[in-house]
């Protein structure tokens, strides 16, 4: 019905017919009846009009469109004309009886000449017809218009309720790939933390992504590995009395988490692949996982990065310096993993979670998400200060609490030069600076539990936005007193390896209700 009142349609008839206003309006009723997706499909500058005494026709290159008059009526154009399509290409005949509400011609009232264009002589009979039988014709349109409509509408809302349907299916399925690519990142982050609380990470003096992954098989592979390892500063200064059984273990803890990292990119890689050719991952979306997939093997090549510090002997010559890595890459590493798991969570909690019907005041909303942005930061800046700490081994020291060294500020911590050095080098002053950071940060996640729990915002927050705030808070306890108990206990590695997975939930908990805050507040 688009075609029925375009200028472009009726000024293209007009052109080449020569018809009038009226006598065009009833050859193109006609026609739109049954020509809608004839018309569509071709460009009306290539289509041609040929007439002859008993039909008109439509001509494009391929086909034809013929309204041709019945062998039985005399009118060219009854109440029950023959219309007719035909294939020029296929010789195929399709017969269409389509019930035209247009006033019989008499065929006195016209001339057709088949040397001539296609034209009409109205008489005033016609005229008188076609006027009478406009508004009943206008009428009869117009509820057929409406009933179309109407059953468009409900034909688009249920098509678009099916795609929706659809697109939340695959996006549930994609943000379940997403999360357990997710516990996967986590596992890899407490097993590294674990490696490094061993002295594991030295025991593989090389980087090979691809054989590498094949353990030593035989005897003489395992002296070979061995014999490789005898050469490592750490061996020389530290484990020069280890046997071939104590290289095993902490070879296969080390072997186990280079493993562990290859797994994680082949399962993140080859979803991917398969999301990305069946269309379900394009766009921005794809794009953000290709990248974290790039992410994820800088990953490998920045933790080669970090123990290739502690393999060179020249970082290590003087007489009571510790073989290890270097602590400025081993922050890089955390880091660069943190961010890759919080980009993978952020999205996997983008598409399976769509909101709720409790929505905040976009000023109350702007506030909570504020403040959960900066509770976020100093997450991070905590986890940072603590790498420090692993790196240096600096918990190993000033093991009470809440003083250091029987002071509030413990001396010796501006021993250094320059300056800035203090605050990366100095045992006293990392571990000083993480525990004020982990007290600070934890003081802010009170403050902000208890401002949620104000009438004003609580009564406004979803309950699974209220079970996240209850997380948070209680997981920031708990973190704080296995901090503390590692710290007492001299650095345990199940205790410190449960403080390092507690730094990682603390900080998914608040991503993820930061996350529920921006999909609840109101714009």
């Known amino acids: 019905s688009k075609y029925s009142s375009s200028p472009s349609l009726l000024s293209s008839l007009s052109y080449h017919t020569r018809l009038n206003c009226i006598e065009i309006t009833l050859i193109s009723k006609l026609f739109l009846k049954l020509s809608k997706m004839f018309l569509a499909s071709h460009s009306i500058k290539n289509l041609h009009f040929k007439s002859t005494s008993h039909s008109i026709s439509i001509v494009s290159k391929k086909h034809t469109l013929s309204l041709k008059q019945s062998l039985l009526s005399p009118p060219i154009f009854g109440k029950s004309d023959n219309l007719s399509c035909f294939s020029s290409s296929s010789s195929l005949f399709h017969s269409f009886h389509q019930k035209c509400c247009i006033s019989s011609l008499q065929k006195k009232n016209h001339f057709v000449s088949s040397s001539q264009p296609f034209q009409f002589h109205s008489s005033s009979s016609l005229l008188n017809r076609f006027y009478s039988n406009k508004k009943n014709n206008n009428d009869n349109n117009n509820n057929n218009t409406n009933n179309d409509k109407d059953s468009n509408e409900d034909h688009v809302n249920n098509s678009l309720e099916e795609d929706n349907k659809e697109k939340n299916k695959r996006e549930r399925i994609i943000g379940t790939w997403l999360f357990m690519c997710c516990g996967l990142i986590f596992g890899m982050i407490v097993l590294g933390g674990v490696t490094r609380l061993t002295e594991s990470g030295l025991s593989i003096v090389d980087w090979k992504p691809i054989v590498g992954s094949i353990p030593p098989t035989s005897d003489e592979k395992w002296q070979l590995e061995f014999e490789?390892?005898?050469?490592?500063?750490?061996?020389?200064?530290?484990?020069?009395?280890?046997?071939?059984?104590?290289?095993?273990?902490?070879?296969?803890m080390e072997w186990s988490h280079r493993e562990l990292g290859r797994f994680i990119g082949l399962a993140f890689a080859l979803p991917l692949f398969f999301f990305a050719t069946k269309g379900w991952v394009r766009g921005p979306l794809l794009a953000k996982c290709t990248g974290l997939l790039a992410l994820g093997g800088f990953q490998g090549v920045l933790g080669w990065f970090m123990v290739k510090s502690g393999l060179d002997h020249s970082n290590f010559s003087e007489s009571n310096s510790i073989p290890r890595v270097s602590q400025y890459r081993l922050a890089a590493h955390l880091m660069s993993a943190l961010v890759l798991y919080s980009s993978v969570l952020w999205i996997a909690v983008d598409l399976t979670y769509k909101g709720s019907s409790a929505k905040l005041g976009s000023s109350q909303g702007n506030k909570l998400i504020r403040i959960g942005q900066i509770i976020t930061a100093m997450i991070f800046t905590t986890v940072f200060s603590g790498a420090f700490v692993a790196g240096l081994d600096a918990g190993l020291i000033y093991n009470t609490f809440p003083l250091m060294g029987g002071?509030?500020?413990?001396?010796?911590?501006?021993?250094?030069?320059?300056?800035?050095?203090?605050?990366?080098?100095?045992?006293?002053?990392?571990?000083?600076?993480h525990r004020v950071l982990g007290i600070s940060t934890f003081s802010a996640i009170s403050a902000y539990y208890l401002y949620a729990l104000q009438r004003k915002n609580w009564n406004n927050l979803s309950r699974t936005t209220r079970v996240s705030f209850h997380s948070l808070f209680a997981i920031a306890s708990l973190q704080v007193v296995l901090g503390v108990t590692t710290l007492l206990t001299f650095v345990p590695?199940?205790?410190?390896?449960?403080?390092?997975?507690?730094?990682?939930?603390?900080?998914?908990?608040?991503?993820?209700?930061?996350?529920?805050?921006?999909?609840?507040?109101?714009k």
């Not at 911590?413 to 000083?432: A, G, H, I, L």
């Not at 199940?494 to 999909?519: D, E, N, R």
């Open 407 to 433: 002071k509030v500020v413990p001396e010796n911590m501006y021993t250094k030069d320059p300056f800035w050095k203090n605050w990366f080098e100095n045992d006293t002053t990392v571990q000083f600076n």
């Open 228 to 252: 490789k390892y005898k050469k490592s500063p750490e061996y020389q200064k530290l484990n020069f009395r280890m046997n071939l059984e104590e290289f095993k273990k902490i070879f296969w």
């Open 493 to 522: 590695v199940p205790l410190a390896a449960s403080h390092q997975a507690g730094a990682v939930t603390l900080l998914t908990s608040s991503l993820f209700l930061l996350k529920l805050l921006l999909k609840t507040r109101t």
